[in-house]
């Protein structure tokens, strides 16, 4: 079987690629080891950045969206039993919108059915070859247990972190930072008790309450790495959920439950040969900027692109440039991420002077126009760049 772009991974990355192609005339198929429901009802990130939304527009995946996500203009951050709203739209006249992640996938999916598309489901033993050729190819084993291979021109891999694309890049260098604490994430059916998503550094730890309709809660708690499911009982959530956001948040069903570390990484260059990485199988930040989901949708429609200029006109330049240009949104992303977390959460160890430090840095965050709108300009998201 032979296709134009191979693209392994169908998560936001590698569906949104394979409509963006479509709609430029360029043929794909997608390899995803999980099956559709699987893809359809995995709970991870909400938040949209403008630029985000404006593409999915662009690209006629939004109706859904438009109809029945959440519009934020702003996002409180609380601390010494304060609450401070940073106001996008009055600093930068843009605002977020809040969709969940798997909301997003379902709707990629069932755009990229209705289109033809190609998406296998329930691969295995996915394996790359040949990636310094012009004629890179993949094996695999398909859903029945047949063995197949798929010839290609190019070969995206945008098979997240724990994926297997990246290893098959032994160019590729890997730098890595990894937080002294980690999250946990619940999804339960309780109404959010602010309209806006709520940032909380409090001296017990951070805590995150944001939201996926007026119905469902998406809150999260800043917990040790050696902490176990066992050791967060639900009354226990609660009572820390309240004590940290300052108010009683109302206990509900818990539909779902997510530890997470916090970690920071960075695979360079995004490309090797002919596979060109994206998303969450390059770079990784640590969740506090809302960041993860966006980056990877910043690196598709780059590489949308790259592989049309290269596939349509034989173009090179926008592929040669493809990693270079990600990577300088990929570090601000980090820088954000990173500013973001040292500031909100408390860290094994942290001495006066640096509990001090951080506290100052907040309440310039919230008292200075200037850092204050320095936080909407990242938050809301720089404009994509556009290399055609
Ligand atoms: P993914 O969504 O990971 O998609 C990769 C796909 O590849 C998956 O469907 C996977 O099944 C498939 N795959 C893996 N290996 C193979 C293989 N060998 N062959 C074929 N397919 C394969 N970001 C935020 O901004 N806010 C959050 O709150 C947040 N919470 C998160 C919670 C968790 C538990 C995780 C893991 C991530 C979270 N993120 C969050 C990050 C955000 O969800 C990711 O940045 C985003 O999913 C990246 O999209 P992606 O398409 O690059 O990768
Ligand atoms: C959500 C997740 C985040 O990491 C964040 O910073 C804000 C909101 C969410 O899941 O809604």
């Keep these: 079987m032979r296709t ?67 519009t934020h203009h702003g996002i409180l951050l ?34 990229r059915v209705r289109d033809g598309g190609d998406l296998r489901f329930e691969v295995r033993d996915v394996s790359l070859h040949d990636l310094t050729t012009d004629s890179p190819w993949i094996g695999y084993t398909d859903r029945h247990g047949r063995p197949q291979v798929l010839d290609c021109e190019v ?12 290893q098959a890049a032994p160019t590729l260098t890997a730098l890595e930072h990894r937080y002294p ?11 959010p008790t602010r309209a806006e998503v709520v940032y909380a550094a ?36 609660w009572t820390e959920l309240s004590a940290r956001l300052g108010e009683e948040i109302r206990p509900g069903e818990i539909l779902e439950t997510i530890n997470t570390d916090l970690r920071a990484f960075v695979a360079e260059p995004m490309r090797h040969g002919r596979l060109f990485l994206a998303g969450d199988a390059a770079h990784i930040v640590p969740p506090t900027g809302a960041k993860g989901l966006n980056l990877a949708i910043a690196d598709v429609a780059l590489l949308a692109d790259a592989f049309t200029a290269l596939l349509a006109e034989n173009d090179e330049r926008p592929a040669e440039s493809y990693s270079d240009t990600a990577l300088r949104r990929v570090w601000r992303a980090q820088r954000f991420s990173s500013l973001m977390t040292d500031m909100l959460h408390r860290s094994p160890g942290e001495d006066r002077f640096q509990r001090y430090l951080q506290l100052s840095q907040l309440h310039h965050t919230v008292s200075s126009t200037a850092a204050a709108t320095s936080l909407a300009e990242d938050y809301v998201g720089p404009p994509f760049a556009r290399t055609i």
């Design 4 to 70: 134009r772009v191979g693209i392994v991974g169908a998560g936001p990355a590698g569906l949104l690629l394979s409509h963006l192609l479509h709609r430029n005339g360029i043929d794909s198929v997608v390899l995803e080891t999980r099956s559709r429901s699987y893809i359809e009802k995995r709970v991870r990130a909400g938040v949209l950045e403008a630029p985000t939304v404006e593409l999915l527009r662009e690209a006629g995946v939004a109706d859904r969206l438009d109809r029945e996500s959440l």
């Design 78 to 111: 609380r601390f010494d039993g304060v609450e401070h709203r940073i106001d996008f739209a009055d600093l930068v006249g843009k605002a977020v919108t809040v969709y969940g992640q798997q909301e997003l996938v379902k709707d990629l999916v069932a755009t």
């Design 202 to 237: 409090h001296d017990r730890g951070f805590a995150l309450a944001s939201m996926r309709t007026p119905e469902i809660s998406r809150l999260y708690l800043q917990v040790s790495t050696e902490d176990t499911p066992a050791d967060w009982p639900a009354e226990r959530i």
């Design 155 to 166: 070969i995206a891999g945008c098979d997240g972190f724990h994926g297997v694309t990246r």
């Design 181 to 191: 604490f980690a999250w946990l994430g619940i999804l339960a059916r309780t109404p």
